[in-house]
């Protein structure tokens, strides 16, 4: 066991003094790793494919506000961005760990709101419940990313530095997340409302590439942190994920008699 801490020491900051940081932690993985499990059972957020549906595949109570597309997803990633952006004039003398870490928190969420209003083309609605929840899950994590590098200023740095890593493996993630976000916007046309099978890039092997590649975002971005936090929520968000591309691949199957089997859910010839 102490083997095992030592070797941890040499990869991670301590966890910092912040009963916040360690409450968010403990949150952001159970929260998400407990929305993976509703996905695998059937149990679906209000967005994407399943805004008008319930684990039952029933239509949404009519009580429910319902919103655009689009209007619902600026509500999910407007604010983490804001949160990114505000936070380079409250904390502008950091060191470049810091900034880096900052920098690609506020970039996603900056790219997913470009995404929102150029790329992406929509053909249902979303709930507003599900945003909020969603918009509110995004944000925190994003001011807790962000607060948690800044209680590492001061801190030496672990023996094996891994945050230029992190920076490859992000950038790897946000060109690989948005370029499968292009191909599934460029299967519609302006008229078209309609799903269809995606292919082109790694949706020949899986039904949601952009998921895994999101799941490298976080890899990356914790690989530049390399404190607990960003893996607690990175853990919790490739749970998420990976009930939500099940779900998906589901779907798909129900929907479409020609749906190739080989294609898995997330993980190429493995899920």
Same mark, same amino acid.
């Given at each position: 066991m102490s083997m095992v801490i030592s070797l941890f020491d040499k990869f991670l900051f301590p966890p910092p003094p912040s009963i916040f940081i360690t409450t968010m932690s403990v949150i952001s993985f159970v929260s998400l790793a407990n929305s993976g499990l509703s996905e695998l059972r059937g149990k679906h957020l209000g967005y994407s494919k399943f805004w008008n549906a319930d684990s039952n595949n029933k239509p949404v109570k009519k009580e429910s506000t319902k919103l655009s597309s689009r209007t619902g997803m600026l509500l999910l990633y407007? &604010? !983490?961005?804001l949160a990114g952006a505000?936070?380079?004039?409250?904390? &502008?003398? #950091?060191d470049f760990r810091f900034l880096l870490v900052n920098s690609a928190v506020t970039f996603h969420f900056f790219k997913r709101v470009?995404?929102?209003? %150029?790329? #992406?083309? =929509?053909s249902g609605g979303m709930?507003?419940?599900? !945003? +909020? /929840?969603i918009?509110?899950? =995004?944000?925190?994590s994003a001011v807790s990313m962000i607060y948690n590098q800044h209680l590492m200023q001061g801190i030496p740095d672990p023996q094996i530095d891994l945050k230029l890593v992190g *920076? /490859?493996?992000f950038l790897a *993630?946000?060109?690989g997340n948005f370029y499968h976000h292009y191909i599934l916007a460029n299967l519609r046309g302006k008229s078209d409302k309609g799903y269809k099978i995606p292919t082109g *890039?790694? %949706? *020949?092997?899986? +039904?949601? &590439?952009h998921y895994l590649f999101e799941i490298l975002i976080f890899v990356g971005i914790s690989l530049m942190s390399q404190t607990l936090y960003p893996i607690a929520f990175t853990a919790g968000t490739a749970c998420y994920l990976t009930g939500r591309s099940y779900a998906t691949r589901k779907w798909y199957l129900s929907k479409f008699e020609n749906f190739p089997k080989h294609i898995k859910a997330l993980v190429p010839f493995v899920f």
């Open positions: 407007t &604010p !983490a961005f505000i936070s380079f004039w409250l904390c &502008p003398n #950091h470009f995404e929102v209003l %150029f790329v #992406h083309k =929509y709930v507003l419940d599900s !945003a +909020i /929840v918009s509110l899950s =995004y944000t925190l *920076g /490859v493996v *993630g946000i060109v *890039g790694l %949706f *020949g092997s899986v +039904i949601c &590439p």
